[in-house]
């Protein structure tokens, strides 16, 4: 039996995972093969779950999955009652892990595109579960976000998982504003899906128990092509994206402010938080607050620069010409404390340079970015991603 989170064995167990295609929910999927798992992951069309099954026989991540089936089922609509129902009475369930939410900063109509669909989404779901899968189920992990934690722009001296933003700062009212800024509409979704996934525990007091994912920003490599844009091109998530507009000369002439956040997370370390949060008995009822240390734009066009032996040849290309640009991280942010993931979940958290290289690097194999930045293997930017003088 494979080792799981430094628990010797399992006893064969299925788990749902809804939102399938998304980029975390994809390397949870193969944490969950590695482990042993059997997994029916929720997707909104068949064409969606059928690529999913697809990327799984191509994927070299997933070596240890001999054994373990993958089926999917379809939900179109997570924010409608009972949308759940069939793909839960038809399993036999022990673990659920929801990630599947809205997660774009632009909105028509930010209630029905963004709010609802997240709050009723989790609350549906709980409520599906607690009819139709008791008494197997045993735990439910929920994918919230440090969304749900920090508090721009008044930012606190420290943040844990106590953290949440104050109403007034961020409120119902602001994000159903269709005036409201997209990733105001965001930030509240995650705090109010987070905060209802609470309250349904708290008044219904289901069999099983509720433990929660904070992650900030997520960076890391693809694993495979899943979520495809309108045109068919592969989508990069929003985190990921800043590297790709650096690799693509985007950040040439001006490189863009890395404010209000400047912490983050490899999404390896996402995943196992996911499976370790949903196994370990001593994570339930929790909050995880899973952050890997700080970053900045002008760190990553560094570490960009420290993989290349010398940017000259690429420099009509556009490639990171400012990546000499002063680093905009504050003399005072804020403090994070992880240390619960640290002794709970045992996360041992990947440093920014190896979290951005492999990035790059599966952007480079997914043919997402070009062959501009040629990888010295074993290169590693300084210990303290200091920019060149």
Known sequence: MPMLGGIPGHPKSKVLLTGGTGFIASHILDHLLECGFDVVVTARSQAKGERILASIANSPNVVNAVGCKVTYAVVENVAEDGAFDEVIKSNTLTYCIHTASPYQLSFSDPLNDCLLP??????????????????????????????????????????????????ETLNWEMATDPKAPGDTTYRASKKYAEKAAWEFMEKNKPAWDLATICNTYTFGPLPRSLDLSSEG?????????????????????????????????????????????MVRPEAGGKRFYVVGGTFSNPRIAGIVHVMSPSLEPYRHRGYCMRCFTKDDMPGKHWFYNNRRSKE??????????????????????????????????????????????
């Open 118 to 167: 997240a709050v009723r989404g989790t609350t549906s779901l709980l409520s599906s579960l607690q009819q139709h899968a008791s008494p197997s189920l045993l735990r439910v992990v929920y994918t919230s976000s440090s969304a749900a934690i920090l508090n721009p722009p008044n930012h606190r001296e420290r943040y844990d998982e106590s953290s949440w933003p104050d109403d």
């Open 344 to 389: 709970v979940l045992g996360l041992e958290y990947r440093e920014m340079d190896q979290s951005v290289a492999d990035t790059v690097m599966s952007l480079r194999r997914m043919g997402i970015v070009g062959e501009g930045c040629p990888v010295i293997a074993g290169h590693r930017p300084p210990e303290d991603n200091a920019l060149p003088n």
């Open 233 to 277: 091109k592969v989508k990069v998530n929003t985190s990921n994206q800043r590297i790709v507009d650096c690799l693509q000369g985007k950040w040439a002439e001006r490189m863009p402010p890395t404010a209000p956040v400047f912490t983050f997370v490899d999404v390896r370390d996402v995943a196992v938080a996911h499976v370790r949060a």
